[in-house]
């Protein structure tokens, strides 16, 4: 069955930088795009960015140059990079896949990321 | 930005009543609408795409209308396992973007 999973920190200190792995299976990354999407605790949801099956990248221009979506498709896995953290960058962060329906049909659990000064 | 914004952010609801919650959108967003649930601690789960489409599993009691800039969802007769929170989700333009949530409650 389709599963997403995402691994990383639980903490990440001011300033430094937040790697995240989701790790997919019961599909094929070639075939479904998979998103980034991050929620502060408390809060609502915001789009990060998109990688999609042909290997290319979308971001929200609001984190600037600061994120950075890659894949591994031997592995199944989609990686998201983000530098420069802030304490507002502190916030759960989920994979989702996008597609076959025009829409977010499955998501990891989320991990939740403190940034800590 | 395309800006998503939810009303009412708080509901309260009886089991049985008919519920309706509002996304406006401040352009048009060509009907490109879905709407999400989330339980506390939860991923969000799929509910409607494209303004009134089910996504397979969901219960008939939802369903989503709109056009333009106005979109509404409704559960027709509310049921305990319906409580949580709402969010809309626009794709139609760059970045893409998420209303801020109305959170129901079950009286």
């Known amino acids: 069955q389709v599963q997403l999973k995402e691994t990383g920190p639980d903490l990440v200190q001011l300033t430094q930088t937040l790697s995240i792995t989701c790790t997919v299976s019961g599909f094929s990354l070639t075939t479904y795009n998979v998103h980034w999407v991050r929620q502060p605790p408390g809060k609502g949801l915001e789009w990060m960015g998109a990688m999609w099956n042909g290997g290319g990248t979308d971001y929200n221009s609001a984190f600037k140059s600061r994120l950075s979506i890659s894949r591994d498709t031997s592995k199944s896995q989609v990686f998201l990079k983000m530098n420069s953290l802030q304490t507002d960058d502190t916030a759960k962060y989920f994979c989702?896949?996008?597609?076959?329906?025009?829409?977010?049909?499955?998501w990891g659990q989320g991990v939740m990321v403190t940034v800590s000064s | 930005d395309i800006q998503m914004t939810q009303s009412p952010s708080l509901l309260s609801a009886s089991v049985g009543d008919r519920v309706t919650i509002n996304c406006k959108a401040s352009q048009n967003i060509n009907k490109y609408l879905n709407w999400y649930q989330q339980k506390l601690g939860e991923a969000p789960k799929l509910l409607i795409y494209?303004?009134?489409n089910l996504q397979t599993g969901i219960p008939s009691r939802f369903s989503g209308s709109g056009s333009g800039t106005d979109y509404t969802l409704t559960i027709s007769s509310l049921q305990p396992e319906d409580f949580g929170t709402y969010f809309c989700f626009q794709h139609n333009s760059w970045p893409l973007t998420f209303g801020s949530g109305t959170k129901l409650e079950i009286k």
């Open positions: 494209n303004t009134n």
């Open positions: 989702a896949r996008h597609g076959p329906i025009p829409s977010f049909d499955y």
